[in-house]
């Protein structure tokens, strides 16, 4: 066995985790409500220790002092205006994180995401500039993707999903993603291929859990609709794939439960095994002529 502290190993053992949240949904659908409501239970029930970093507007305030699905107000939570003079640079988030947990954040919200890929200031809008201002990268427009600048903000992008200090959740945008195509005639014809995040391709496999909003929580009067979210990710046990859960408060509170008592460690390995096995029949589907190769392989392994 190794004699450096770094490379030796420990007994597995169930700990307390730390949420690593990502809902993404059209403007409107009540991501930033459920963020909070999730963010409230996370945090004890202690609106004090939930810390929302806003892009958009103030636009979160709207939520202060109105009811709650869940049976409380919306009131007390910290908020973070991100403006856009500060531009969304993941560098920022980042400084606005860090101010949080000093300031004893047990929840952190980037509230949302989008900016630091797409908006001013973002990752998008850097490569622009340095595209412009560079002869370098005006000829060789791959080239900027290297740039020490680029390669560190892309770096913080990630950093956006989870820390091992507070519970994190994110909100992104989704936009319909349209493509031209020949119908039946022909015919020249624009096609919707669904909803496409506005972030890093792939991002979405960096969170733990991923929701995909379905209709936005509220109560007025005697009415209360609790919101509702298709889980497109999952690596909570208590939480399947491809389900739409409503989350209710006793859901809410089995979510925190669940991340304070941890997850055992035979539950991390089926669900990374389970993964395993949808990126392999979601790679055959997409390239039938390596189904055969992949028969062969298996009968090698058995």
Not at 7 to 32: C, Y
């Amino acid at each position: 066995m190794s004699n450096t502290p770094l490379f030796n190993f420990q007994k597995a053992t169930r700990a307390k985790s730390f949420a690593s949240i990502l809902i993404e949904g059209l403007s409107g659908k009540g991501k930033s409500g459920l963020a909070l409501q999730l963010g409230y239970f996370l945090a004890d029930k202690d609106w004090s220790k939930v810390f929302d970093i806003d892009t958009e507007n103030n636009s979160v305030n709207l939520y202060d002092g109105l009811q709650c699905s869940a049976g409380m107000k919306f009131e007390g939570f910290q908020h973070g205006n991100f403006t856009p003079d500060l531009k969304y640079k993941p560098s920022h988030y980042e400084a606005f994180k860090e101010a949080a947990i000093e300031s004893g954040a047990k929840v952190v919200i980037n509230d949302s995401i989008s900016h630091a890929w797409s908006y001013e200031g973002g990752i998008l809008d850097r490569i622009a500039e340095l595209k412009k201002s560079s002869k370098r990268y005006e000829k060789d427009s791959y080239a900027v993707w290297g740039d020490e600048e680029v390669v560190s903000e892309k770096q913080k992008l990630f950093q956006l999903f989870r820390d091992n200090r507070c519970h994190m959740i994110a909100t992104v945008r989704v936009k319909e993603k349209l493509e031209y195509d020949k119908d039946a005639n022909g015919k020249t014809v624009l096609v919707s291929l669904g909803d496409q995040e506005i972030m890093q391709a792939d991002m979405k496999y960096e969170p733990d859990l991923v929701l995909h909003m379905e209709e936005p929580g509220y109560a007025d009067g005697s009415t209360v609709v609790n919101p509702k979210a298709k889980v497109i990710k999952s690596r909570y046990a208590i939480l399947k794939k491809d389900e739409i859960y409503e989350f209710t408060p006793k859901l809410c509170e089995q979510l925190a439960e669940y991340l304070e008592e941890g997850t055992a460690p035979e539950e991390i390995l089926e669900r990374q095994r389970l993964e395993f096995v949808e990126g392999i029949k979601n790679y055959l589907n997409k390239h039938q002529n390596m189904v055969a190769v992949w028969k062969v392989f298996k009968q090698d392994e058995n």
